[in-house]
């Protein structure tokens, strides 16, 4: 088994496990994946890694970031895909910015030597794509997913929506974890809340901690769910009062806590009270 607390295996990972799966996020041209941060074409079957730096190492390796990245949180996954897609996030392989760009998100599975960083995700050496989403980041777009089962025709992999991956235990048999599949049940249910690209750069804050939200920016749910919260509510308790899944609830705190730069729900409620919710 790999050690998942370990950032940067000194032997650059572990060989000879499971294969272990992530969710990865590519850009769609000519019917095919490619890589965002690099130009890189994904080929059907196995993928083998090397350094993009032009070092002669064994990947993935401790003093270098090469090796097929895959994210653990699927939430994390598709709001990666919706910045790449808007050109909020570009990798250095696109240098123009393609505004028909269609992104695809999926799940591949790595084996071979793979460095797991933590809770974010992994590193591995070799990597096979599994399937692929037809509705993700966004909610099913005909073109777009009519592209993405293109895709998939051509890599022999299965092309499925988000929501029957989850009721017909599509993601547990292929070994996603249960907190990831809850994790995504929650984002689908509050919505599918995407992050937008600004209209122009935000300013650089000059303290570690980010620019603090104004109880403005908040949508009327999240300001009504910080208020309840504050009240002392609980989540199940929040949900039964405003009818809504607790598991939305929870994505909608998390959330909270992330725009507030909270540290925690006590953090959390004294911000509300602060600013009023």
Not at 99 to 106: D, E, K, L, M, Q
Not at 195 to 216: K, L, V, W
Request: glycine content about 8%; proline content about 6%; overall charge negative.
């Amino acid at each position: 088994m790999i050690a998942t607390g370990s950032v940067e295996p000194a032997d650059g990972g572990q060989a000879g496990h499971e294969p272990v799966i992530g969710w990865r996020v590519w850009a769609l041209a000519n019917n095919h994946l490619y890589s965002i941060a690099k130009n890189v074409f994904w080929r059907p079957g196995e993928n083998q890694a090397e350094c993009l730096a032009g070092r002669t190492h064994d990947v993935p390796a401790p003093s270098c970031h090469c090796g097929f990245w895959a994210l653990l949180n699927p939430v994390s996954a598709m709001q990666l895909a919706a910045q790449v897609e808007c050109g909020q996030r570009i990798g250095s392989g696109f240098t123009v910015l393609d505004p028909h760009r269609t992104v695809a998100v999926g799940l591949i599975l790595g084996y071979g030597a793979t460095a797991v960083h933590g809770l974010e995700g992994y590193r591995a050496g070799l990597a096979s794509v599994a399937c692929i989403f037809a509705d993700a980041p966004e909610a099913l777009v005909t073109e777009k997913a009519d592209l993405r089962r293109t895709v998939s025709d051509e890599y022999g992999v299965p092309c499925i929506a988000l929501e029957a991956a989850i009721s017909i235990g599509f993601l547990q048999e292929l070994g996603v974890r249960r907190e990831a599949v809850e994790q995504l049940r929650a984002w689908i249910e509050a919505s599918r809340p995407l992050a937008q690209a600004p209209e122009s750069p935000p300013p650089i804050p000059m303290s570690p901690r980010r620019n603090e939200c104004r109880a403005s920016e908040l949508t009327e749910r999240e300001r009504l769910i910080a208020r309840l919260l504050a009240q002392g509510m609980t989540n199940v308790e929040i949900a039964r009062t405003i009818s809504l899944n607790s598991r939305a609830v929870d994505f909608h705190i998390y959330r909270l806590i992330e725009k507030t730069d909270s540290r925690s729900r006590a953090d959390l409620t004294l911000w509300v009270t602060k600013h009023g919710g």
